[in-house]
């Protein structure tokens, strides 16, 4: 009667069941520590995994107005947290946006490979950019850029500088592992661990050297807006390389490369 065989599941632990279940296995990290904070004694410590620490308050002479500001320690390690939503993420648009449509397109396994990496980078860097920008409108740094320096040094951070900081170094720590779930080729590993790599230092080196946390944010909007047009024009390239059209993709790297000149 030619009944179906069964396709048996990967062995616990091996890497195929890790692979196909690093997203679950996330989730369920995030739901445990969310639990946490349900109940007074785990919540303790689950809030250092969630909350942004190192609060500073300042006081005016007449203790008629209050300031807060952040300072960062060993204890922002523990936000690591936000590496588990990045992995989560990640795995949402994959599933959801880049497979979808990757089907329709029959690419080869080296096109499909590099289609998701730059679908991936694409909306980390659209949001991103909007994000760093709407942070440098809130801080007059746009329309007002003796700001920079006025007042320097600026030795402690506000919330949204501080938290826009560890989503830029938790998703490229997420990275990192990406590299390993999604069976990235060998060939190309070296290349993106590379650039990861760079820019975790770069990032981590403004968070954590004082007084550049204004000046990281202004270099990486602008080089975030190039990397978007870039890995756009990408995408459009091998969505429209069938029907050997090119416009958009065209217009999009000569927009990329007078951005960068």
């Known amino acids: 009667m030619g009944l179906r065989r069964k396709t048996k599941s990967p062995a616990v632990l091996s890497h195929e069941f890790v692979i196909q279940n690093h997203a679950d296995t996330a989730s369920c990290l995030v739901m445990g520590l969310l639990l946490g904070l ?39 390690i523990a936000t690591i947290f936000y590496m588990l939503i990045a992995i989560n993420l990640h795995a949402v ?26 679908g991936q980078l694409a909306f980390f860097y659209l949001f991103s ?7 440098l409108n809130t801080e007059e740094l746009m329309m007002n850029p003796t700001s920079l320096w006025k007042d320097y040094p600026h030795s402690h951070m506000l919330f949204q500088v501080k938290f ?3 989503c830029q170094i938790a998703y490229w720590l997420h990275a990192v592992p990406e590299l390993y779930f ?15 790599c760079l820019y975790i230092a770069h990032i981590s ?25 870039f890995h756009a024009s990408c995408l459009f390239y091998f969505s429209d390389e069938n029907k050997q059209k090119g416009s958009i993709w065209g217009i999009l790297f000569l927009l990329h490369v007078a951005l960068i000149m």
Request: aromatic share 16%.
């Open 38 to 76: 349900v109940f007074e004694v785990p919540a303790r410590y689950t809030i250092i995994f969630i909350a942004v620490q190192y609060n500073v308050t300042y006081t005016t002479d007449d203790k008629s107005e209050q300031f807060h500001f952040y300072d960062y320690g060993p204890k922002d």
């Open 93 to 118: 648009i994959q599933e959801y946006i880049l497979d979808k449509i990757n089907r329709r397109l029959h690419l080869s396994k080296t096109k499909h490979s590099k289609f998701n990496e730059s």
């Open 129 to 135: 950019f909007i994000w760093g920008a709407s942070i």
């Open 164 to 166: 826009f900081y560890i």
């Open 182 to 196: 999604q069976k990235i080729r060998k060939g190309d590993i070296p290349r993106q661990l590379c650039y990861i």
């Open 205 to 229: 080196g403004a968070y954590m050297l004082k007084y550049l946390h204004h000046l990281g944010i202004i270099l990486m909007v602008p080089h975030y807006l190039v990397e978007l047009i």
